[in-house]
């Protein structure tokens, strides 16, 4: 029996799916969804969740999953007309004789998916025959394997016509094979030919699995180097998302969902072992994909290229998601290190390598947002200052959600207050010599004698107050390399102690990793941050993202790694002795007799400290 979708979307509108569960199913309220044991497999534990918001229930237990025609039909024992039936009648809907234009509409669809799987079985076959020879070897030489190439479904697209030959004999016109992008016709000829040649093809599923469209890849340096197929009845580039069909079950049990930017991300990432990644289709992120995204994850994780491309995606996802963002929905970037992409980083690095840099090195939207806002900008003078608070209030006004608008204007004060936070103010004026001088109180005497050369060189001295905002970034640089070189950082340890920052937190973070590696000076980067994670420290690897991804990206040796602490180290040794230096001098310039003697020698001692330190 068929029916019209937009009938089966006003009945599913209609009924309740937590109160069509609850019937059968005892539900207690957590948060936004509700939770029960799983009417489809033996359990103690509740692991069934229902959500009415997103309109299906998913066991964490079995791997269940569906909406309420679904749950009617398996739980209840009906045909899928039958479920409809039983809810229409909940709804007090009648169920619609369908319209015969819709009927058609509907048939034509049918024929359309008919196609493309005809089409695609056409293209794996073709891919184990000589025709396909060099784009199996294509897929080989990336690495995949047939298991991966039969999952994907794989093909490949030869020179010619045969595709066209094969469809028509087989039945279907060439009006179906020319809605549904596989042939097309010539601008100087009535004749049809095949959409796709000499190309790896990738078919693109929906939710369903069922084939509605194509993406073909070329194997030489003809342009464009990926061809999606047209839009179409059953093919909305923007609607969809590449691979959903396998990846949407994995990300629901894991509660993420990985954006790719390409096919071959999309693969490799799944043969290695990660099968929650997507792939839009040729285009920047849309609106439509956000939403379908957050049906499987609350906050899907971008990892695009760090090319010009890679970010310009990340730019317009950003852009895109600012009015849809809602409590609890949002989006988070990562980019992977010397621009590779996914695909990449696992041969290099291995699977275990990319799913601990997904997990510790991604940004939340407000950084991507603030790292966008201040990428190579000049903020040296008050206009362009207020040019940055200006666009800051644009992007602002683009979030329609009153609460995330509010704690993101919150987020971006806070933020260009540290960026504008001025440095320590000083008393001290400068001099014809380019140092800092106090001014001497009148009717003290000054140590050492004025005109003398000892007085000059005391007052030559360029001494300063030390910036805290530079301090605090150098305090962020050596907490980083504790993190991913801490064997290296249990050399330094009597260094460490006497390091100081006027950042509380920083503080707080220094002083537990000393406590780690003065009871553990060896211990892996594995080892340190599995024991972050066990005394729930682990947002020091958010804190420090920035930092981590860079050294991440440089993947210096660890001898380097020592040489950059020791000079961290070096230079906050160096820049505390120009503190004591400048406290010194204070107090010289208001000593008299025995006690201004005993500073000044004290500040010489220091001043030949420092010079021993260049």
């Known amino acids: 029996m068929f029916f019209p979708s937009s009938f089966l979307q006003e009945v599913a509108s209609r009924?309740?799916?937590?109160?069509?569960?609850?019937?059968?199913?005892?539900?207690?309220?957590?948060?936004?969804?509700?939770?029960?044991?799983?009417?489809?497999?033996?359990?103690?534990?509740?692991?069934?969740?229902?959500?009415?918001?997103?309109?299906?229930?998913?066991?964490?237990?079995?791997?269940?999953?569906?909406?309420?025609?679904?749950?009617?039909?398996?739980?209840?024992?009906?045909?899928?007309?039958?479920?409809?039936?039983?809810?229409?009648?909940?709804?007090?809907?009648?169920?619609?004789?369908?319209?015969?234009?819709?009927?058609?509409?509907?048939?034509?669809?049918?024929?359309?998916?008919?196609?493309?799987?005809?089409a695609c079985k056409f293209f794996e076959e073709q891919l184990q025959k000589p025709a396909g020879r060099q784009g199996l070897y294509y897929l080989q030489q990336r690495g995949l394997t047939a298991e991966t190439i039969k999952k994907f479904r794989l093909g490949y697209a030869a020179s010619g016509n045969a595709l066209k030959a094969f469809l028509t004999k087989g039945g279907f016109s060439e009006d179906v094979l020319k809605e549904a992008g596989l042939i097309s016709k010539s601008a100087d000829s009535a004749s049809f030919y095949d959409y796709f040649r000499n190309r790896v093809m990738f078919p693109i599923m929906d939710k369903r699995g069922r084939v509605i469209a194509f993406g073909g890849r070329v194997l030489d340096d003809s342009e464009p180097k990926y061809l999606n197929s047209p839009e179409s009845a059953v093919f909305s580039k923007g609607d969809n998302l590449y691979a959903l069909h396998l990846s949407g079950n994995p990300a629901r049990k894991k509660q993420e969902i990985i954006v790719v930017e390409g096919y071959m991300d999309v693969i490799a990432m799944a043969q290695a072992g990660i099968d929650r990644a997507v792939a839009p289709l040729g285009t920047a992120l849309t609106e439509k994909q956000i939403e379908l995204l957050w049906r499987y994850a609350p906050e899907p994780l971008c990892s695009f290229d760090g090319d010009g491309a890679g970010q310009k995606a990340a730019v317009r996802a950003a852009e895109r998601v600012l009015p849809l963002l809602k409590p609890g929905y949002s989006l988070r970037f990562i980019t992977l290190p010397d621009n590779m992409d996914p695909d990449e980083y696992i041969k290099a690095h291995g699977k275990a390598s990319l799913e601990d840099f997904l997990q510790t090195q991604y940004r939340p939207l407000f950084k991507q947002l603030w790292q966008m806002l201040l990428n190579g900008r000049d903020l040296s003078t008050p206009e362009r200052k207020a040019g940055l608070k200006k666009e800051i209030n644009e992007w602002l006004e683009k979030i329609a959600d009153q609460d995330v608008k509010h704690y993101y204007r919150q987020e971006f004060k806070t933020a260009l207050q540290k960026l504008f936070m001025p440095e320590n103010g000083s008393a001290f004026t400068a001099n014809p010599t380019g140092g800092f001088r106090k001014k001497k109180a009148s009717g003290k005497k000054l140590i050492p004698e004025r005109g003398t050369e000892e007085y000059n060189r005391f007052w030559s001295t360029p001494v300063s107050h030390p910036s805290v905002v530079a301090e605090n970034n150098e305090t962020r640089m050596l907490l980083a390399y504790l993190l991913m070189y801490p064997d290296v950082g249990g050399e330094f340890l009597e260094e460490l102690t006497d390091w100081q920052s006027s950042c509380e937190k920083q503080e707080e973070y220094l002083s537990f990793l000393i406590e780690v590696l003065t009871a553990a000076p060896d211990v892996s980067a594995e080892r340190l941050k599995e024991h972050l994670r066990l005394t729930n420290r682990l947002q020091i690897y958010d804190a420090l993202s920035a930092e981590l991804e860079m050294l991440y990206r440089k993947k210096i040796l660890p001898t380097e790694a020592k040489n950059d602490i020791a000079a961290l180290l070096r230079g906050m040794h160096k820049k505390n002795l120009r503190s004591e230096l400048l406290r010194l001098a204070e107090q010289i310039a208001d000593a008299d007799g025995e006690n201004a003697a005993r500073l000044w020698e004290r500040y010489q001692s220091l001043l030949k400290e420092e010079k021993e330190t260049e």
């Open 15 to 118: 009924v309740s799916l937590v109160g069509v569960v609850g019937r059968t199913v005892k539900l207690k309220r957590k948060g936004s969804e509700y939770w029960g044991c799983c009417p489809f497999h033996h359990e103690k534990t509740a692991s069934f969740s229902v959500s009415d918001e997103k309109g299906f229930y998913h066991c964490f237990g079995c791997g269940e999953h569906g909406d309420v025609f679904k749950f009617v039909e398996k739980a209840m024992g009906m045909t899928f007309p039958e479920a409809v039936e039983y809810l229409a009648r909940q709804a007090g809907m009648d169920i619609p004789r369908a319209a015969p234009e819709e009927y058609e509409r509907e048939k034509r669809k049918t024929g359309l998916t008919d196609a493309l799987e005809a």
